[in-house]
């Protein structure tokens, strides 16, 4: 059935929860909970009954051993109809993203009708691995009928003590063993963006933040959450307005002994949720709701994480250049422009277009972003360079243009600014939000 008889996937309504500091207010509420506070503020939105949700997709990348289909529980303790199905995806950065275009594919084959989709994580609940030297040691322990000599064979195995201690939760790139602070590192000496030009964007996405707060750019969007200790809460805690360029550059590096990136123009460790509601154009008239955006198409473009591993406004632009079909390894995308269309006028078609490209993209060399190219891309992505004056002063209001889908794509580019082990900031109204992406990346 083609999109013209009403498969068309449209973005009907959309709500998050407040983004907060880890081991802050959501300490003890896991990614399961947090989907579910912005699950059910999106669902009441727009009068959305348990009995209405077809399926479920939802994006996660610090994922509970003990219960790792998100989605499945998201849906499970909503109420849902027992036979909703539900699926849990993660694609690092893009998780939230890659749940929404798996959930308008599936509209659009005539699968589903109302798609619940979005992303959560908690890394307050990161989990504490035993090291694996440990858990192979106990395995005959735990699996047969040990006997003395086994309980004996064990304990010898278990040494030097040191082996044997907890690991702290650490969000790596598997291959390279580096956080995205180290990488982000790498990439600002790499394309020569300074501290400078990092605390001055850093500074002005907080202000832009407290504006936008103060103003209630964001009070339709942000649903409260009480926690199970009775506290509600309703407002991001990420944002510091009244910080300033000399608070910044007494900050010291937080990933490098000479390093740029600080606690300051980096991305936090966050908690929270973002869910989105999507249905065919059909459902969406018959029950009377007005579309606000339509998804047209998309790409996903890889990177060698060896390279500039956060280059992924980079390969969003290679993606946005549009790929009619599946991206062969090293293919560079070619065909009509993919993207999403923001829905201003009664049919979504009849709005101005923003782009809903994901990238993970560095493959520098191989894409062409290498050197001075590279360096000027950075700097115009990250809102540096041209939006900068040479004395810090801001020159335009370029860099809260470009937002994706749930801020996703200006968390690219606040991965890449800060390197944070965290979410990137969403852009909104011209303004750059710290811990607007609802998923955190390795």
């Keep these: ?46 009068g959305l009954g348990v009995r209405d949700i077809d399926s479920v997709v939802w994006g996660g990348v610090i994922l509970p051993s003990g219960s790792p289909n998100v989605g499945r529980e998201i849906a499970l303790d909503l109420g849902l109809d027992p036979r909703a199905e539900a699926m849990t995806v993660t694609r690092a950065c893009a998780s939230g993203l890659q749940a929404i275009t798996l959930a308008a594919a599936a509209i659009e084959r005539g699968e589903a009708d109302v798609v619940l989709c979005g992303g959560s994580d908690s890394t307050s609940n990161a989990e504490i691995k035993l090291p694996q030297k440990v858990v192979h040691a106990l395995a005959p322990l735990a699996l047969g009928k040990p006997t003395r000599s086994d309980y004996l064979a064990v304990l010898s195995q278990l040494w030097p003590i040191t082996d044997l201690l ?34 001055a964007f850093a500074l002005r996405s907080h202000q832009r933040a407290a504006a936008a707060i103060a103003g209630g750019v964001f009070d339709d969007e942000v649903v409260e959450v009480t926690t199970p200790e009775g506290k509600t809460v309703r407002a991001d805690g990420l944002v ?13 590096a937080a990933f490098a002994k000479e390093g740029t990136l600080t606690a300051g123009n980096s991305s936090a460790l966050t908690d929270g949720g973002a869910a989105v509601v999507l249905m065919s154009e059909a459902k969406a008239r018959s029950l009377g709701l007005k579309p606000k955006a339509a998804l047209r198409s998309w790409a996903y473009v890889g990177v060698d994480p060896a390279d500039q591993l956060l280059m992924g406004p ?29 829905a201003g006028a009664e049919h979504p078609e009849d709005a101005g277009e923003r782009q809903l490209r994901e990238g993970a993209a560095g493959e520098g060399e191989r894409r062409g972003y290498r050197g001075g190219r590279a360096a000027q891309r950075v700097r115009r992505l990250a809102g540096i360079g041209s939006p900068l004056r040479r004395d810090g002063r801001p020159d335009g ?38 811990g607007r992406s609802p998923t955190i990346a390795p």
């Design 1 to 46: 059935m083609s999109k013209q008889d009403g498969r068309r996937a449209v973005v009907v309504t959309g709500a998050r929860t407040p983004f907060v500091k880890a081991f802050g207010d959501f300490t003890t509420m896991d990614t399961i909970a947090l989907g579910v506070a912005a699950s059910r503020g999106a669902m009441a939105k727009v």
């Design 166 to 199: 907890p690991r702290q939760p650490k969000i790596a790139e598997r291959s390279t063993g580096e956080v995205m602070g180290e990488a982000a590192e790498r990439m600002a000496r790499r394309n020569e963006v300074g501290r400078a030009e990092q605390d």
């Design 240 to 252: 510091r307005g009244d910080t300033s360029l000399e608070k910044l550059a007494k900050l010291r």
């Design 314 to 342: 980079g390969a969003g632009d290679a993606a946005g250049a549009g790929a009619s079909g599946p991206l062969a390894r090293g293919h560079r995308p070619g065909g009509p422009a993919r993207g999403l269309r923001g």
């Design 397 to 434: 209001d370029h860099d809260g243009q470009r937002a994706g889908a749930n801020g996703e794509e200006d968390g690219a580019s606040g991965h890449l600014r800060s390197g944070g082990v965290g979410r990137g900031g969403g852009a909104r109204k011209g303004g750059v939000i710290p």
